[in-house]
């Protein structure tokens, strides 16, 4: 399927989808997705977002996703393409709702589209006690993210940032959070989330080039410790967050640049 002869296309298992290969998706919401952009024929982090997929579908499918065929799949659908945003999603048409506990074999479902501009003026973050289920897989459970973001945009804010009772930070609504401290250190908050592929590429990134790291508890009431904070996710690999609730952070850091030097330091690998 295309969509008005775009660069948008979506394939099933490395064929044109057709509208009933995707009754099973809609109706069970029940799945897995990774997301990746394709850059000069090539993706950072490819092994990742491979090891992710394998790893998601034992979870919830109880089999095994080889990368060959998902590198297959990518693959036929980028063609030629040299620039890209890919979304892959695992789903099964033949399971059974009544009987989640066996195996099925899973369908690779990818869509392609013309890449993204990454946007990076600073974030106003509002704070929400709210946590993932099964927060270590990047699921298709997405409505409580989106309903927090816009509960967030309703009053003035541009995005939700999720923490426990406590106050214990732990991610955005579809991405990461990292901190600097007062010694320009970056600090990844240590709460259950998912350990996104944009996150790991920085800290590999940050580990080549000798830049300080730690994980550790960062709760709402700590912000001040902090002169700056960041996003990442797969879209923008770093976006300097200016707020978290009334705190304020610095914006014009170094930091910033010498993160996306970090993230650009991994290479593109070829599909």
Same mark, same amino acid.
């Given at each position: ?122 974030? =106003? ?113 770093? =976006? ?32």
């Amino acid at each position: 399927m295309s969509v008005s002869g775009s660069t948008e296309r979506i394939e099933l298992n490395g064929l044109p989808v057709q509208i009933g290969d995707l009754r099973a998706l809609v109706r069970t919401n029940y799945g897995h997705f990774t997301a990746m952009r394709v850059e000069e024929g090539g993706v950072r982090g490819l092994d990742l977002h491979l090891a992710r997929l394998d790893a998601s579908t034992r979870k919830l499918f109880g089999v095994p996703l080889a990368g060959d065929r998902v590198r297959a799949c990518l693959r036929h659908i980028v063609a030629d393409a040299s620039a890209l945003s890919l979304r892959i999603n695992v789903f099964a048409r033949g399971l059974d709702r009544d009987r989640l506990d066996r195996v099925v074999e899973p369908d690779v479902l990818v869509m392609a589209s013309a890449p993204r501009p990454a946007v990076v003026t600073p974030l =106003r973050v509002k704070s929400f006690v709210h946590a993932r289920d099964a927060a270590d897989i990047k699921h298709v459970g997405t409505f409580a993210l989106f309903h927090h973001r816009r509960l967030a945009q309703l009053d003035g804010f541009d995005d939700a940032l999720f923490a426990d009772a406590a106050g214990r930070i732990s991610e955005g609504s579809i991405w990461n959070i990292g901190f600097v401290d007062a010694a320009d250190a970056v600090v990844w908050p240590d709460a259950p989330q998912l350990d996104g592929i944009s996150r790991q590429l920085l800290k590999a990134g940050l580990a080549r080039n000798g830049v300080a790291t730690s994980t550790r508890i960062v709760r709402t009431g700590d912000l001040a410790n902090y002169r700056a904070a960041f996003f990442t996710n797969a879209s923008v690999p770093v =976006r300097p967050i200016a707020s978290i609730d009334a705190h304020r952070f610095e914006t014009a850091h170094e930091v910033f640049a010498r993160l996306r030097s970090c993230y650009e330091s991994n290479p593109l690998q070829r599909l």
